[in-house]
């Protein structure tokens, strides 16, 4: 049983560490656009999610119709307010307006943070297995056990 959660772990680890660096190259080469409306960009039922060249990469989740990436949210006493964090490389502002009951939101975060993240489990089975066969071929230890 624990076999099978490390391979079923393993093999979505391989699956998301391949999306991300997918992502991650398509943010490099194609540097697409984010205004007025981001060029690439995956809709779900309540958020979008986009990628940029910009700071190294990054991955953008946002609920509007195009990611707050920084400046003016307020102009001339608007009842808006807004909260955020700004910090290693993980970027988030929700701004409300005192006005709508909806809040926007925008998450932002480096491509190298699920890219390593992803990229664990699958590297500790490869060197596993790479010290095993290693030990096999040097005859320290049978392949098949009895």
Known sequence: MNRTIITIST??????F?????LFAYAWVFDPELFPRPTFCMSFSIFNMTVTKRWGGQVIFFNQQAPYTGGTYSIFGDSKSAKGW??????FRSIKDQKRTD?????????????SICGILPAIVLVRKL?????C???KVPLSRP
């Open 11 to 16: 093999c979505v680890s391989i699956v998301l």
């Open 18 to 22: 391949v999306v991300f660096i997918t």
């Open 86 to 91: 700004d910090c290693f490389g993980i970027y």
């Open 103 to 115: 809040v926007y939101w925008t998450l932002m975060l480096s491509l190298w943070y699920p890219i």
């Open 131 to 135: 010290r095993k066969s290693l030990k």
């Open 137 to 139: 071929s040097l005859g």
